[in-house]
């Protein structure tokens, strides 16, 4: 699990495979005339709200009230601040490797010639949609349902991830995920999932909200717009059915909450299997336009959606599904295709979607770009240049300090059963943390990237990461894999590796700032750590034992407790209400939010240890416990506008930001910092705070 979630996908790049951070929270951006200030930002504090009525607006409510969204944002915080100095470092070394003229094949001169083909725009107008059109041509010559098999079979990418990023949305018909097996952890392993829409999420086709509704009839007539710019006739008859068939596909399948569900994903079929169990799609054909033809097993992730889509492909007509393959083709390509497709698939994905009236700057979409076809060639001079041995070392020291609170919390646990409490020590022991960047490098040798030629870089890419992902199927599993570049602001925790990684862009001032106090690196970065820690034993890291296996390693009793307990939580989630007819789903933001409690708990058992019994030194008459608290709800101080909040809402597993920092209300410890009383909104007596670690 990431920690800020992926929700931006639409809203950022127009090349749909970039999961770009448009990350969500945090406000304590040094956005005012404090920069040389460390520590809580004392300016973004409302003190007309008490604290325990609306922490949240308390800690961030000054900010919130002088900051506006830009019009290429659908939302700001301390994350899309962090985003833009990571861009603007990026840039910079993207435009010294421009300036460097370096050797052709050298990873530098892939950086410069992938940014200055996305930065050719007059040559993008120039070549139309000549780039396009193999593929539409090779689309429009399929037959029959054999063919189409192969097709969709060679539009497979590797564009999903189930655990550690947690993005189970690929248009293609379904998505590839390579990664230690649930019942082989030492060895690479093919994992199948669910796929075949545009929209974000099954819930988009299925809600019957005036919302909802209204988005439907938007991107029928966008799926027809698009259709004609490419040169189809008939595009509303096209689209109707179109939509109609990503109606039937969303109808099929599983719901984020489900999709989160491990133990309902462990189903391990043979290439044999897919016939007999999934009818319908010509799977060895499918399997052979994949190029996975010689794969002995797969992990079907949602085994109803792939019977019910394999069903689709022979009961609706070839015509409908070759519209659909074309659409879902021109959509692949329409961010680096003429602005007419390019700015018609803003209008919806971008504006329609998450509320952002304007595109982000090219360079910036540039950027990302780069950091999605050789993000750890670019992360490799990036960690170099701004993620000096210093701010490692004391960021690996606050690692240390969090890991030994927990060990103390496990072994306080009255509830769990020794032999459980050992195999979390175990899980603790063998943890590895990556912090800043990874020990080894991704190797670029095999991409192709041409100066003049964007097109073909992205789909070159896109297929260089999916080769080279099935060329590691069956072999053994590198434990200190990164799955994130240094460049990211984001952490994650990988449960199939019981490892964690803290790229460098994250710790960075607000976050972690060597110059801070404790009280505020504690509050924020800290909390931020603690969090991922706890994924390690939580409702996903309990099915995960120390060497990654899945394994339950808990007793009956300890999972009773641990379900009551977090069923509360969950509760108390399913109480916010962002909207009158939306709630948060406390299922769904069930994991992200125990490991938000559990990762404040330890950072502030991890503060005081710091502290070694001394007075933190106070900071403009806040004392350290306040400091403490308050950076932890400056970390998620943000705007965001209601369509990107909605679409949170109803996709993400993170709940909104607001309700991640009002879950103070859970420690002890915050109600005797501020001298929180009953009756006070946020206030629950002792026995309703939840704990669970
Ligand atoms: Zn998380």
Redesign the pocket.
Known sequence: ???TGNISRFAVSGVAIFALGLALGGARAQDTAKEETHGIAVANIDRSVKPGDNFYLYANGEWIKRTEIPPDRARIGVFSKLDEVSSKRTAGLIEEAAKANAAPGSGSRKIADLYNSYMDEAGIEAKGLTPLKPHLDAIAAIHDKRELAHALGESLRADVDALNNTNFHTPNLFGLWVAPGFNDSEHYTAYLLEGGLELPDREYYLANSEGMKKIRSEYETHVSRMLKLAGYPDTDARAKQIVALEQAIAEKHLSLAENEDIHTANNTWSPADFGVKAPGLDWAEYFRGAGLNKQASFIVWQPSAFVEESALVASVPVETWKDWLAYHEIEAGAGVLPSALADERFAFFGKALTGAPQQRPRWQRGVGVVNGLLGDEVGRIYAQRYFPPEAKARAEAMVTNLIAAFRKRIDALAWMDPRTKAEAQAKLTTLYVGVGYPETWQDYSGYEVKADDIFGNVWRGRMFAYQKDVARLGKPVDRHEWTMTPQTVNAV?LPLYNALSFPAAILQPPFFDPQASDAANYGAIGSVIG??IS?TFDTEGSAFDSKGKVRNWWTDADLKHFEAATAELAAQYDTYKPFPDLSVNGKQTL??SI?DVAGISAAFDGYHAALGGKTAPPQDGFSGDQQFFIAFGQNWGSKERAAALRQQVMTDP?APAEYRADTVRNIDGWYDAFSVKPGEKLYLAAPDRVRIW
Do not use: D, L, V
């Open positions: 699990m990431n920690f925790n969090h991922e994924h994991a992200e490991a993170h």
